[in-house]
DNA sequence: GCCAACTGTGAACGATGTGCGCAATAAAAT
DNA sequence: ATTTTATTGCGCACATCGTTCACAGTTGGC
């Protein structure tokens, strides 16, 4: 029964037994180094272990299933930079909630491949859980209009990055950058172009092989976001 | 080099040989099938190979990887409803895109695991594609401001589905509503309000208690995206 | 010093994705 | 009509995966 507890709230190590070789942040920083360099699916059990010079079986003695181990991952990252005091400035908070997230997604490619569907609680997590909840302070709203705005900005930023890593990924698959993705596709690609059967997405295709491809997914996301952060304004002085 | 090629590029079938027992479709549909009625993990290659009452490596002889049939599951959903004629009403066609991408993200909970850095361009993504393409048509819209705006309604769609698909899947897990998971955590929950190391959060939690949990995320979802489109039609008319 | 709790590990199990070769089949080439 | 050739279904096999279990060694509380 103890050990169907939440992996937060299990003590770190036995108060009897010999004391453990390794700790769990060396676990969570190998599986982060693996994830980060070859990808999610080289975090085997194994192969962590492998990185400790542990056997295999030696983690199931700090994590009960390789599910946990991902959210240790998920709140090591949230934990690579602290939420600061609030400004005051709710938009200023938004604002560098947002940039935190989008920079740690980003840098860990990882992320949006394992947080669908496994929130979970760690003291890092909470800790900028903890600063949105305050970012409206002070203000008179709601605990639901806090959650509606919060809701918005969070489904933009989760959104918006998983739109991004779509298209890195679509880069590193076909080796091209996104301007030639369609051609890049090959005959498919040439094929929607000059079958004729998608015209408003061809105009956009081709206009959008502009030079300016590299910056348009960051520019988007801060020009979407101040369009959010605005909405969220007219709902404060009604 | 032919079999390198994109899935919606090959022939259905060899021109030459002995004609298949079963269809793409018929992979898919199994599959699709398995997904919402056991979750993604149960789409294995012999699970679905059993469910056609084929050998497993038959289904190689349809489909060269197992992402491949993630894509036509993918592009099969997309294609559960049709997209209409535009109506002429850009805020009528978005609302209608968003809810039904909301849709079926819901009744395919597994779209959500599957899709993060896996954009395929079947044909009937390729229909929804064009008509958000087209959304704009008869605006003096550059594609990239057209490719601002869609940027952001469907990040928010992705996203806020994300959100809601977590909450479902944290009520599965813990068996019980939104309003009670955290005191379900156990007495890690507890500790969460009771040490009062996060006033804020424990606040909204609180007071988030409300008995309108059910359909707070549907009207979340619907005001956010008023809100969205209220961003949106500024940048239309300055 | 004893006992209970805890740790690391080797062996093992069932399940997974997938490559290979072979027999059967159907269309194209002769 | 016969041969050739591409294509299909499938049995076998392999490497790898997550995870269980029993066991030997290690520590702290009594």
Redesign the pocket.
Known sequence: MSSEQVIWARPT??????????TREDLTAAAVRLADAEGIDA?????VAAELG?????L???V????ELFELMMDAVAGEADPPEHSGDWRADLRLLAEHHRATALRHPWLAQVAPGRATLGPNTLRWLEFSSGVFDGHPLSADEILLNLDMVTAFIGGHVLQELGEVDIARRTGVDHERWLAAQGAYGESIITGGEYPFLTRIMIEAQAPHAHDRLERNFRLGLERILDGIATGLTS
Chains 1, 2 share one sequence.
Not at 64 to 67: I, L, Q, T
Request: overall charge positive; hydrophobic content about 20%.
């Open positions: 190590r036995g108060a009897r037994g010999p004391q453990p070789t390794h975090v085997t059990i194994r192969r542990a056997a295999p079986t030696a199931y003695r700090y009960s299933r390789k599910d």
